[in-house]
């Protein structure tokens, strides 16, 4: 029986370990994490960002520590060098991250004076507000077309055909319009 004992002692020790005290912002002293709500990870904005802006979103995420969203920087250099990526690329994935509306711009940078831009990100608010969510108005533009393409010699072949007034038969003759 003495193995019981052990066994109820050490329950109740691992429960008092798991019990966490509540800081005064009401989070717990545990780890951060970046959440990525499924209504996010959904919209056509995630699914059309590029690995390097994803990159970069987390990146910027996990810089906000709950009271300091409008004050998020990272510098070309620093997003280079901590991920892996071309400066040129950060920039690129910062400009797509704000074009999609997952982070704006607060507080532009200086390069006399060394100063990185300052980001929001739009899922948080800043200051007291409410989150502006500007992922979820972002519209992906229509592809462009395709010169060459199937689809545009059809309709030159049709325009060829049914322009300047005469109307065409399936033999690709042409017919007077009909009086009407």
Known sequence: MPSRKRGARACSMMKKQRSRKALPNGRSAGEQFAPLPYPMARSDAWRSLSGAAVKVWVELRCRYDGGNNGKLSLSMDEG????????ATVARAL????????????????????????YAVTDRGVNGSMATNDWKRWQASSP??????????????????????????ADGTATEPRDG
Do not use: D, I
């Open 95 to 118: 400009a797509e991250l704000v074009e999609r509306g997952f982070v704006r711009v607060v507080k532009p940078g200086q390069w006399y004076g060394r100063l990185a831009t300052e």
């Open 80 to 87: 280079a060098r901590l991920l892996g990526l071309g400066k």
């Open 144 to 169: 462009p077309s395709r010169a060459g393409s199937l689809g545009s010699a059809v309709e030159r072949k049709n325009r060829n055909r049914f322009s300047g007034g005469t109307m065409g038969r």
